[in-house]
């Protein structure tokens, strides 16, 4: 139990250095124009994230993620024959786990931070939760494929897609109707994933693996 309070410990330390998009916002907040080494491309991707794409919605904050769960929903793999639990079976897990917050494993006796687990225990496990995932982080985004919680989208100009409106009225991914989708061109759909590369700071353009090339839909 000590390891994992310490390898938590040292995950919360863990954070991302500077991108380009935050030099655009630091210059907009000291009304400053946006830098022109900034893309064009990611500037037009930027007014679609913030704007009638409504990425925002979810993607938020500092860390590009209200920290909620969410049903996209995603197909599952080829063959499979059981459904994706996702939150589900991780409340069920964490309700019956004696590490949870409110164990006696919890080094503050109050429990103050316990919250979420109280409510969880005196709740029912709501079946609607099946299927549901966090709303990851999008900074790095850009070097951390494969992409989906099943890994199934190669590329962020795959990913994007799929929230994107066909012409022939269906999705390109999946033919799930729950999805809220926008009309997105081909060039909208790269303009977004110009503007997701620009969440990426120094130490992700360095990495040895390059992001994967998209695959076209023509």
């Known amino acids: 139990m000590n390891v994992a309070k310490a390898l938590a410990a040292y995950q919360e330390t863990l954070v991302t250095g500077r991108t380009p998009f935050d030099d655009v916002r630091d210059a907009l907040a000291r009304g400053e ?20 794409g409504n990425c925002f919605a979810c993607h938020k904050g500092p860390n590009f ?22 939150r589900l079976e991780g409340l069920q897990t964490v309700r019956g786990s004696r590490f949870n917050l409110l164990g006696r494993y919890n080094d503050d006796p109050a429990k103050a931070g316990a919250s979420q687990a109280r409510d969880q225990r005196d709740q029912r ?25 099943n890994g199934t989208a190669s590329s962020l100009y795959d990913v994007v897609r799929r929230y994107a409106k066909s ?19 081909s060039r909208d759909v790269d303009d977004l994933v110009a503007f997701l590369d620009t969440l990426t700071d120094a130490d992700g353009m360095r990495r040895p693996l390059a992001p994967l090339v998209h ?4």
């Open 33 to 52: 124009p946006v830098p022109a080494s900034y893309p064009v491309d990611a500037q037009r991707g930027l007014k679609i994230f913030f704007g009638r």
């Open 65 to 86: 993620t209200d920290g909620a769960f969410r049903g996209t929903p995603v197909s599952p793999f080829v063959g499979q024959v059981t459904s994706d639990t996702g």
């Open 125 to 149: 496990v709501d079946v609607h939760e099946r299927g549901k995932w966090r709303t990851p982080s999008l900074r790095n985004v850009a070097v951390t494929a494969p992409y989906l919680h």
């Open 167 to 185: 012409r022939e009225g269906r999705a390109y991914v999946d033919d799930e109707r729950k999805v809220r989708r926008v009309d997105l061109s």
């Open 215 to 218: 695959t076209s839909c023509d």
